[in-house]
């Protein structure tokens, strides 16, 4: 009983570290950087150290203060992941906001993203709440094994897109 607890508090420890890292190592593999680099190794560990405050939080109460900080930590890595992989996705949001105005004014804007902040933020207290006592066992399931595949899974270069007759015959060396 004594060693599930101590995992248990390990691995509310260890979650919000490991949300952190994940989306840091899949960009230091997607730029074919040398993960066992020293500075990546101390990027690494800051990241991992600057998830703790937060897993102690989830370590002294769950439900309550592990439900709204993985909340507001999930809601902050799916904005960065969205607007650092995807630049696209702030033309799509200043169309969706321009539209909405035109549709329902200034103070329609402030109604729908209120709603749907209210929802979002929401659904995920639920959700983690719901987890209970076993939150930081998932969560720290879910990214260490995002982190740990990222890390020992091989990656491929891939060419996207059309290549002319011309590109063919230049041998291009990475």
Partial sequence: ?????????????????LLFLSPFLVFVRFHDYPIWRPEILVVALALIGLGMPF?????????????AALT?????????VLV?????????WDSFLQSVVDWGGSLGLYAV?????????????????L?????GIVMSTVFGVAAASTVLLPTEATLTGEISKRSRRTRVCL
Avoid: Q, W
């Fill in 1 to 17: 009983m004594a060693i599930t607890t101590l995992l248990r508090h390990l691995a509310n420890i260890a979650a919000p570290g």
């Fill in 55 to 67: 897993g102690l939080l989830i370590a002294i109460r769950p439900k309550t203060f592990g439900a």
């Fill in 72 to 80: 507001v930590l999930v809601l902050v890595c799916t904005t960065e």
């Fill in 84 to 92: 650092s992989r995807y630049p696209d996705s702030l033309t799509a």
């Fill in 113 to 129: 993203l209120g709603l749907g902040a209210v929802v979002v933020v929401g659904g995920l207290i639920a959700l983690f709440g």
């Fill in 131 to 135: 987890l209970g006592r076993n939150l």
